[in-house]
C-alpha cells in the first residue's frame, strides 16, 4: 500500500488558515483599518461596495512600507510589531500575529500602495491566491492604500456563506464603529457604493461617541472617570431612558481594543440596580486602561475576547465606577457602595504596587469607595442573569418539536399538518360557558369531554398563521397612529431595521426612514393594540441580532415568528368571554391548531373516554 499523507499546497494551506481571521467582509475591514491606526495614521478612509464583497479599500495616511516591507507584509507570521514571545505582554499596537494581510493575500485579488515618507517613489503590489504578480514603483501618497476585490473569489464554497449585502454592510458598520470609537482622535472615512456614510472629524470621546450614536444622546450621557495605578477606566453612560430593549450600544474598550464581555457587562447592568426598567440594556461606552501585562489578548484570533489577570477586580472596578458616575450625577439619588472589602485585599491590587504607590491609590475616590464599607458584597462570578433571560427568551417550550421544524424546510404555518386534521372532529359547545384558569388556560366543554388551551400558545398560533398568509399574500391591514412614534437608532440596528421594512410592510407595520438613523413608525397591524409599537420593533431587532444565527429560517419566516411571539396575548391576562370564544375559534380556524410557532402543545384534550377510563366507571 502507498502512503496516505501529502502535504498540502501552500495556496490552499493558506485558504485554509485565512478562514480563521478573514470570515466575511467585515473580518477584513477590521484588520485593515487596524493596521491603519498601527500605522500611526490621523486619516483613516474605507471605501466599500456591496456589502464589501466586490470591493474593500483602506486608505490611511500613516508611515507607508519600504519595497521590502511591502512584500514582506503578506508573508504568513510577518509582522513589524513583536520580535520575541515576551513582547506578547507589552502590545500596544492593534495587529501582532502577522496573519491578516497574508489572510487577505489567500482569498481576494490584492492591490497595494505604500509610501513612506523619505521615499520619493513608493510602490505597488498586485498579489492574486497569495502570489505576487505585479511589483512596480508608483507615485503615491504617503501612507498606504490597499484595496481587495472579490472577496473569496478563488474560495466560492466560502463565498457562499456569505449573507446579502445588506447584512454583511451591518457587520462592516459595526467593525467601522468599534474602531472609530477607540480612536477618536483619527478622521474616519465610510463610503459605501459611492455614498458617503460617515465623515468623522477627530474629536473628543464624547463627541465621537455623539458623532456616532446621533445627537439625541447630547444630554443623556454622564461621565464616568476613575483612576488608579492598577488601572483607569473613562468614558460614557446612557442615562436610564437610554436604555433599550435592545443591546445596540454597548461598548468595552481595553486598551484601545473593543471586547465582548458578558461579565463586565454584567458589572454594568448591576451598577444601574434598579434604575432600569426590567428587559432593558444600558448604554454604554466604557474605555478600560491597564498594564498590557495584565490582559491576554491572544486567547481569540480575531481578538475580540481577552482574559485579565484578575477578571474579579475589573468587575468590581468598574462596577463601582458606573455606580458612582451614576450618584454623582445625581441619575441615582442615593447609592450604596457596598463592595466586596476583600477587593483590596486581591493580589492583584497588591503585587504591582510599591508602598508609595499605594499610598496614591489609597487616597483615590475609587479606593475610597471600595474601603468605605466592611459589609462584603459578594460579587458573583456566575452566570449574567440577564443572559440567562434572554437565552430563555427564545428557547421553545418543546425543544424536540422545534428542532424538528427547524430541520424541515416548509414553514409551519402553510404546512398541512395530519395531527390537526385528525383533530378537526373536536367539537367545542360555545354555549357553555368557558372558565379561564389562572389568567392562562381556557377550559371549554366538548361534545363529550373538555379541552384545556393554553391561551398564548393558541395565540401566538393564529398570529403566527396570519402573519405568514400575509407576507406571502394580501398585505395586512394597517391602522393608522394618531401619535406616529419616532424611533431613533444606532447606525447597524437603523441598517437592520432598513433591511426589514418591506417585510414588516407586508404584515402592516407602516414604517418611514426619516434620516440615517430615525425612523417613525406611522402605522401598525389592524388587530394589535397600539401603545406598544416602539418597544416591539425594538424587541424585533434585538431578536434578529442575538438569535438570527441560530435558527436557520429566512429573513420573514422569522419576523413572522418574532411578531407572533410577541404580541400574543400573555398567560396571565384575563380574557372576557367574548376574547375568550374568539381566541378558540380563531385557533381552530388554523392549518395547525394543535402547536404554537415553536412546536409546542397549544392544547390539552380530554375526550369522554379518558374520563371515564380515569374514574373507572
Ligand atoms: P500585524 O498587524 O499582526 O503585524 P498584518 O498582516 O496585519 O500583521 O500586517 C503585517 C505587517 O505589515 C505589519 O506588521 C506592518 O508592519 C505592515 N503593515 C500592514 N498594514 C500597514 C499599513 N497600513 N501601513 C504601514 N504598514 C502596514
Ligand atoms: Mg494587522
Known amino acids: 500500500m502507498g502512503n496516505l499523507i501529502q502535504l498540502l499546497p501552500d495556496h490552499i494551506a493558506n485558504q485554509i488558515a485565512a478562514g480563521e481571521v478573514i470570515q466575511r467582509p467585515a473580518s477584513a475591514v477590521k484588520e485593515l483599518l487596524e493596521n491603519a491606526t498601527d500605522a500611526g495614521a490621523t486619516q483613516i478612509q474605507l471605501i466599500v461596495s456591496e456589502g464589501g464583497k466586490s470591493l474593500i479599500q483602506v486608505i490611511d495616511n500613516g508611515k507607508g512600507m519600504s519595497e521590502t516591507d511591502a512584500r514582506m507584509a503578506f508573508e504568513r507570521h510577518a509582522t513589524s510589531k513583536i520580535r520575541q514571545i515576551d513582547d506578547l505582554f507589552r502590545i500596544n499596537t492593534m495587529g501582532f500575529r502577522g496573519e491578516a494581510l497574508a489572510s487577505i493575500a489567500a482569498v481576494a485579488q490584492v492591490e497595494l500602495k505604500t509610501r513612506r515618507e523619505e ?3 513608493g510602490t505597488r503590489l498586485e498579489i492574486e491566491n497569495s502570489k505576487i504578480i505585479v511589483q512596480e514603483p508608483c507615485a503615491c501618497a504617503v501612507g498606504t492604500q490597499i484595496s481587495m476585490k ?4 478563488s474560495v466560492p464554497a466560502r463565498r457562499n456563506f456569505l449573507k446579502n449585502n445588506a447584512v454583511e454592510m451591518r457587520h462592516i458598520i459595526d467593525e467601522f464603529m468599534r474602531v472609530a470609537l477607540a480612536f477618536p482622535a483619527l478622521a474616519f472615512n465610510l463610503t459605501s457604493n ?3 456614510v460617515f465623515h468623522l472629524e477627530p474629536g473628543s470621546h464624547k463627541q465621537r461617541i455623539i458623532q456616532l450614536l446621533g445627537n439625541a444622546y447630547q444630554t443623556k450621557l454622564v461621565s464616568v472617570k476613575e483612576e488608579t495605578d492598577y488601572m483607569n477606566i473613562h468614558g460614557l453612560v446612557g442615562k436610564p431612558e437610554t436604555a433599550r430593549k435592545t443591546r445596540g450600544d454597548q461598548y468595552f474598550f481595553v486598551n484601545n481594543r473593543f471586547i465582548k464581555s458578558a461579565y463586565l457587562n454584567h458589572a454594568v447592568n448591576t451598577a444601574f440596580d434598579n434604575l432600569l426598567p426590567k428587559d432593558s440594556f444600558p448604554t454604554y461606552i466604557l474605555y478600560i486602561d491597564l498594564d498590557p501585562a495584565q490582559v491576554d489578548i491572544n486567547v481569540h484570533p480575531t481578538k475580540q475576547e481577552i482574559k485579565f489577570e484578575d477578571e474579579k477586580i475589573i468587575y468590581a472596578f468598574v462596577q463601582a465606577a458606573v455606580k458612582h458616575a451614576l450618584a454623582q450625577f445625581s441619575v441615582a439619588p442615593s447609592l450604596d457602595f457596598s463592595l466586596n472589602a476583600g477587593i483590596q485585599q486581591l493580589d492583584a491590587i497588591n503585587r504591582p504596587f510599591t508602598e508609595e504607590k499605594k499610598e496614591a491609590t489609597a487616597s483615590s475616590s475609587l479606593y475610597q469607595t471600595f474601603s468605605k464599607k466592611n459589609q462584603a458584597h459578594f460579587i458573583e462570578k456566575t452566570e449574567d442573569a440577564s443572559l440567562k433571560h434572554w437565552k430563555e427568551f427564545f428557547t421553545p417550550a418543546n425543544s424536540e418539536a422545534t428542532q424538528s421544524s427547524v430541520a424541515s424546510t416548509t414553514p409551519l404555518w402553510q404546512k398541512e ?5 385528525a383533530d378537526s372532529g373536536i367539537q367545542i359547545i360555545y354555549e357553555i360557558p368557558f372558565v379561564q384558569l389562572h389568567q392562562t388556560y381556557l377550559l371549554a366543554t366538548t361534545r363529550d369531554g373538555f379541552i384545556v388551551i393554553h391561551q398564548q400558545l393558541a395565540h401566538e398560533r393564529i398570529l403566527y398563521e396570519k402573519y405568514g398568509q400575509a407576507a406571502h399574500g394580501h398585505q395586512m391591514a394597517t391602522q393608522k397612529s394618531l401619535f406616529p412614534v ?3 437608532l444606532a447606525p447597524a440596528d437603523a441598517a437592520l431595521l432598513n433591511d426589514l421594512l418591506p417585510d414588516l410592510a407586508q404584515i402592516g407595520y ?10 417613525v413608525i406611522q ?3 389592524a388587530d394589535i393594540l397600539p401603545g406598544n409599537e416602539q418597544n416591539a420593533i425594538e424587541l424585533l431587532l434585538e431578536q434578529f441580532k442575538h438569535f438570527s444565527s441560530e435558527i436557520q429560517f429566512s429573513k420573514r419566516e422569522k419576523i413572522i415568528r418574532c411578531m407572533a411571539r410577541q404580541q400574543a396575548i400573555k398567560a396571565g391576562r384575563t380574557l372576557t368571554s367574548r376574547e375568550m370564544h374568539q381566541l378558540v375559534e380563531e385557533l381552530f380556524t388554523c392549518n395547525s391548531p394543535n402547536i404554537s410557532p415553536s ?3 397549544t392544547y390539552l384534550l380530554f375526550n369522554g373516554d379518558y374520563l371515564t377510563r380515569m374514574f373507572g366507571k
Open 119 to 121: 521615499d520619493e517613489l
Open 150 to 153: 472579490n472577496l473569496f473569489f
Open 194 to 196: 459611492g455614498q458617503e
Open 417 to 421: 399538518n395530519t395531527v390537526a386534521k
Open 486 to 488: 419616532s424611533l431613533t
Open 510 to 519: 407602516q414604517i418611514e426612514k426619516n434620516d440615517q438613523h430615525e425612523f
Open 523 to 525: 402605522g401598525i397591524p
Open 599 to 601: 412546536g409546542a402543545a
